[in-house]
């Protein structure tokens, strides 16, 4: 998906009414539409399961109720996870633009592209996890941390629709902004680690050799991969 060339106009009060012009990327309008539609009938169809995710960073209740079964393939999870790759995809394909990092070797990266580079990034990464923890038979302590740390992703994925929206319409000047997105994810990531392990450390800690080696190989090698490969 390309960029419309298509301008619209906000009024500065503050500035004698000198219009300001930005880009009216319609498709990506539609894009967040659709999500937030997404996420009004999730709420509709789980409310308590939604309103307890909702406030997951401040009050981990949601493990203890809605929840509490560490069950990937609930239609609720699904759901979310459509919306975090399309959150995801949205975030970085804008970034890309903003801080002109996908024209460093004379080419950019469409939506379409970072799209399916996300997708298959996180379906290969669920999927390596999986296989991972059955070869070494830990499923019964590592699927609760995975399930945790997919919630987490969730609850990002919400804050960067909220991020996305507020900049794209923001009629100020918004240049250099998603400059600091990186470090916001990496901050979230590392934090939702953090609290998956200490919720989990009784267990993980009993294999913290197995874990370890599980960090390195599908926790901190395919983020670092992926930011190279949209680097390139």
Known sequence: MQTSKKTYTFIDVLTDFIPVYRPLDSWITIVLVALFLLLAFLRQKYPRRFAELIVLPINDKYFALEGRFPDAKHPFNILLLFCQIMAFSLALYLWGHDTGAPYDHGHSWSYTQVL???????VLRYALGFITSKVLKLESILAPYRYERMSYHHVISLI????????????GDTSGVFTWLPWYLLLAF????ISSVRRNSMYLFKNS??????????EIAPYVLL??????
């Open 116 to 122: 399916l580079t996300i997708s298959s990034f996180l």
């Open 227 to 232: 930011f190279e490969v949209l680097k390139t």
């Open 190 to 193: 590392t934090l939702a680690t």
């Open 160 to 171: 960067l629709l909220i991020f996305i929206t507020i900049i794209e319409y923001f009629p």
């Open 209 to 218: 050799f197995y874990f370890i080696l599980y960090l390195c190989a599908l």
